[in-house]
């Protein structure tokens, strides 16, 4: 059994909501667990740790459930051979909100567990994006990206972490015509993941990055329940396995 476990917000949600389906897929038996809080700094998930704040949705295989927890509590209940965390996004791209919080959140995970540690790259907003923090970037993607790719790597080569780059996968898949908003973006409100295409793409990724899937041989067909009018166009998601394989 492989198990994950993320610490992060609604950005890990995304990401994580088809990782279960993909790895079970690929023959690799799983659990995936997703604490989460909307918007969580990684300044919140230090101060939860100090308080041993039960705060956290429990989040399994990417179905909510009505459990909270603390980080403490899971770490104690399970043995993970992964744990992924970031910073909230609207912070993404300032290096100073990192530290110490990050720092601190390793040692601790550290101390309590033998999982590997990855850094998760969160990614832009849409260029119409009316998040209420898109202005500490002068609302301006490219601007956001590029300060998110820099504070995530400097931070990951920090702290020797492997870094999963869910940020650079969602910009490259915005330079097609799928995604650039003639028919879609590949987020739904300007910053969450479009349910079908960008979660897919996401849980992919960490996929690829977390269990050794191959991307291009992956079989799972994502689909939503409650968006049953729209289905997986086979064109679609050919792209985004030809994306993220090239994603090193």
Same mark, same amino acid.
């Given at each position: 059994?492989?198990?994950?476990?993320?610490?992060?917000?609604?950005?890990?949600?995304?990401?994580?909501?088809?990782?279960?389906?993909?790895?079970?897929?690929?023959?690799?038996?799983?659990?995936?667990?997703?604490?989460?809080?909307?918007?969580?700094?990684?300044?919140?998930?230090?101060?939860?740790?100090?308080?041993?704040?039960?705060?956290?949705?429990?989040?399994?295989?990417?179905?909510?459930?009505?459990?909270?927890?603390?980080?403490?509590?899971?770490?104690?209940?399970?043995?993970?051979?992964?744990?992924?965390?970031?910073?909230?996004?609207?912070?993404?791209?300032?290096?100073?909100?990192?530290?110490?919080?990050? +720092?601190?959140?390793?040692? !601790?995970? #550290?101390? *309590?567990? /033998?999982?590997?540690?990855? %850094?998760? $790259?969160?990614?832009?907003?849409?260029?119409?994006?009316?998040? +209420?923090?898109?202005?500490? !970037?002068? #609302?301006? *993607?490219? /601007?956001?990206?590029?300060? %998110?790719? $820099?504070?995530?790597?400097?931070?990951?080569?920090?702290?020797?972490?492997?870094?999963?780059?869910?940020?650079?996968?969602?910009?490259?898949?915005?330079?097609?015509?799928?995604?650039?908003?003639?028919?879609?973006?590949?987020?739904?409100?300007?910053?969450?993941?479009?349910?079908?295409?960008?979660?897919?793409?996401?849980?992919?990724?960490?996929?690829?990055?977390?269990?050794?899937?191959?991307?291009?041989?992956?079989?799972?067909?994502?689909?939503?329940?409650?968006?049953?009018?729209?289905?997986?166009?086979?064109?679609?998601?050919?792209?985004?396995?030809?994306?993220?394989?090239?994603?090193?």
């Amino acid at each position: 059994m492989h198990r994950i476990l993320a610490i992060g917000n609604s950005f890990s949600e995304d990401a994580t909501y088809f990782l279960h389906d993909i790895g079970q897929r690929s023959g690799v038996e799983n659990e995936v667990i997703n604490l989460y809080i909307g918007g969580c700094s990684l300044e919140r998930h230090w101060r939860n740790i100090e308080e041993d704040a039960c705060e956290y949705q429990f989040q399994l295989n990417g179905r909510k459930t009505d459990r909270y927890v603390s980080i403490k509590e899971v770490l104690q209940e399970r043995k993970f051979d992964v744990i992924v965390t970031h910073q909230a996004s609207y912070d993404s791209g300032w290096e100073d909100t990192y530290e110490p919080f990050l +720092g601190l959140i390793i040692s !601790y995970l #550290r101390e *309590q567990s /033998e999982a590997g540690i990855f %850094l998760n $790259q969160t990614w832009a907003y849409e260029k119409n994006s009316r998040h +209420g923090n898109f202005m500490r !970037y002068n #609302r301006n *993607q490219q /601007e956001m990206f590029r300060a %998110l790719v $820099q504070a995530y790597g400097n931070a990951a080569q920090r702290h020797g972490l492997p870094l999963i780059k869910s940020g650079e996968v969602i910009q490259k898949l915005r330079e097609n015509s799928f995604f650039n908003g003639d028919s879609r973006f590949i987020t739904r409100d300007g910053f969450h993941l479009n349910y079908l295409y960008g979660r897919y793409a996401i849980a992919l990724l960490w996929a690829k990055e977390l269990m050794g899937v191959d991307s291009m041989d992956n079989d799972f067909v994502p689909h939503v329940d409650f968006m049953d009018f729209e289905k997986a166009d086979e064109q679609i998601i050919r792209y985004i396995k030809k994306i993220v394989a090239e994603i090193v």
